[in-house]
């Protein structure tokens, strides 16, 4: 099976702000840096880098973080066989590990840092937390979509002692950006 994905046209603009205005009520967030943005043909504008000046996805650039995301998925693809899989389901649909609510399994969270994502180096807390306020404002009448969005990771607590501390490459299931052929 073959499936072709059309490929965008980026070109690289730079949105230039007058840091300087006259008007004194004006919020200026970019730090005094012009923005990077890409624009598609279609005119959706993609940002380049962040407000704190960070790139997205730059797997060019070389860095510890993208050393160690590259090292997670290469644990992965070794370890991660359907025979680990079915072990591991087993195990954990015994559901004998704790009982808690969902806002203490969050908290559990805020040990945990995801390696295999180049984008963030925080608590896994931080993650859910800014994807269910992300989905909130994108999506205000959705209230299921924002409680999904919260609890889209909260498997992760697998990594930590108490409940078994698999290895990150282990639990990070990414059925929707990374797909795995078991």
């Known amino acids: 099976m073959v499936i072709l ?10 949105e ?17 840096f012009p923005s990077l ?15 704190f000046g960070h790139s997205f996805r730059n797997y060019d650039a070389e860095s510890e973080r993208k050393k160690g995301v590259e090292e997670f998925y290469r644990l992965q693809h070794i370890n991660q066989t359907y025979d680990f899989v079915k072990r591991t389901r087993e195990e954990y649909k015994k559901l004998d590990k704790a009982e808690m609510s969902i806002w203490e ?16 180096d925080e608590p896994q807390i931080q993650h859910l937390l800014q994807s269910a306020e992300a ?7 959705e209230d299921w979509l924002h409680l999904t969005a919260l609890i889209h990771d909260l498997g992760k607590i697998l990594l930590l002692p108490k409940f078994g501390e698999l ?15 078991l």
């Not at 994905?5 to 730079?14: K, P, S």
């Not at 943005?37 to 407000?51: H, L």
């Not at 399994?105 to 963030?120: A, I, K, T, W």
């Not at 989905?135 to 009448?141: E, G, T």
């Open 5 to 14: 994905l059309e490929q965008h046209d980026f070109g690289l603009q730079f």
């Open 16 to 32: 230039e702000k007058n840091v300087h205005s006259e008007e004194t009520n004006e919020l200026v967030l970019d730090g005094g």
């Open 37 to 51: 943005k890409q624009v598609s043909n279609d005119g959706f504008t993609v940002p380049e880098i962040n407000s």
């Open 105 to 120: 399994c969050c908290e559990l969270l805020n040990e945990v840092v995801d390696e295999s994502d180049p984008d963030l």
């Open 135 to 141: 989905i909130r404002k994108d999506y205000p009448d």
């Open 167 to 181: 290895p990150q490459w282990g639990c990070c299931w990414r059925y929707v950006s990374t797909r795995l052929c």
